[in-house]
């Protein structure tokens, strides 16, 4: 399996940043994946944004819940991100990764990341 992140890289404060995962070599309907958003700040750890399961089911950190909204096209193969009202503190390195629980900073399979950074 393939996962391909892809963002706007710039973003203003207070905007909102989209960010698509492109999944290959596997439906993300398959069971029993998570498909799971974790990010890197620079000179932090990985930080669990969000998932969204093989049925479409989504779970949230509760640190972000409020601003964070994942989605998915079966049609397109595609994992989307939104996080809204985005601050200089969300400026990070943005991962799409495929696992088989969420929560975690493991994964099975990981995108390459796509930098987002937040900036006026």
């Known amino acids: 399996v393939h996962l391909q992140e892809s963002g706007p890289g710039l973003v203003k404060p207070s905007q909102t940043v989209s960010l698509t995962c492109t999944v290959s070599?596997?439906?993300?309907?398959?069971?029993?994946?998570?498909w799971s958003w974790i990010r890197q700040s620079p000179g932090k750890g990985l930080e669990w944004m969000g998932a969204?399961?093989?049925?479409?089911?989504?779970y949230y950190s509760p640190s972000l819940k409020s601003r964070t909204f994942i989605s998915r096209d079966v049609s397109e193969n595609q994992i989307t991100l939104r996080l809204t009202s985005v601050t200089p503190e969300d400026t990070a390195v943005y991962y799409c990764t495929r696992d088989l629980d969420y929560g975690g900073t493991g994964g099975i399979s990981w995108g390459q990341g796509t930098r987002v950074t937040v900036s006026s």
């Open positions: 969204i399961n093989y049925s479409g089911s989504t």
């Open positions: 070599g596997g439906s993300i309907t398959a069971t029993y994946y998570y």
